[in-house]
């Protein structure tokens, strides 16, 4: 499933969404950038991955490859033929991005991170230790904040790293990471429920379409 903003632009985004809780916290900003990047005359495509969202697939019958390939198959279908691929990737969809031609990321974060926060939510909510948490999860199927991960797609995660080739990296002005643009706006991805921030929407999508004009440049 794949929901596509701005269709008949001659530039089409594949857009590649945070991971796990973090995607519900950000679909609401997610939507909301992929419309403010229509306005400005870019296409946006964002899959729904295997196992999330509107996929059949049991997310405790996916592994980590599954979602690269998908992926790549959207990488290529954008392409066309002789084309580039460009991605928009936040927070932990930066692991993804790897068949991009060129990517844009925000608050990028490493797959150990991202499983950092399930596994600290989880040992909150269920009294149980961190480390017993990791244990469990690295030997059998286990649940986290809600997502049951097979070890396959545990151990998978906690050695996904980004790329850095080809990419530009966005961050929160209060964030230290490495980056190459400060944006204002508010930690959505932290919050309780699902969120907006219309002002760091525009913002986002201004400098992405900035981006990408000094992409087709090159």
């Not at 296409?43 to 059949?56: M, N």
């Not at 017993?132 to 097979?150: I, Y």
């Not at 490495?178 to 706006?185: C, I, K, R, T, Y």
Request: hydrophobic letters at 45%; glycine letters at 8%; one cysteine or more.
């Amino acid at each position: 499933m794949l929901l596509r903003h701005g269709m008949g632009s001659p530039l089409t985004l594949l857009v590649l969404p945070a991971l796990f809780e973090e995607a519900n916290r950000m679909r609401r900003f997610t939507v909301s950038l992929m419309r403010a990047l229509a306005t400005r005359g870019i296409a946006t495509v964002l899959p729904d991955l295997p196992g999330t969202g509107e996929s059949l697939t049991p997310l405790a019958g996916v592994a980590l490859p599954d979602w690269h390939e998908a992926v790549a198959a959207l990488a290529a279908m954008l392409r066309g033929d002789g084309g580039t691929c460009l991605t928009v990737a936040i927070r932990g969809g930066a692991i993804l991005d790897a068949s991009a031609d060129h990517g844009w990321r925000l608050a990028p974060e490493s797959g150990e991170r991202v499983l950092r926060d399930l596994v600290r939510a989880t040992a909150l909510s269920s009294g149980t230790s961190a480390a017993e948490l990791d244990r469990l999860a690295r030997a059998e199927p286990t649940a986290l904040a809600g997502q049951t991960l097979s070890p396959d797609f545990y151990g998978a995660l906690i050695s996904a790293q980004v790329s850095i080739a080809n990419r530009r990296t966005a961050r929160l002005k209060d964030d230290s990471g490495q980056h190459d643009v400060s944006l204002s706006g508010s930690r959505l991805w932290r919050n309780a429920e699902p969120g907006d921030d219309a002002d760091f929407v525009q913002a986002a999508a201004s400098d992405i379409a900035d981006w990408t004009a000094t992409c087709a440049a090159r």
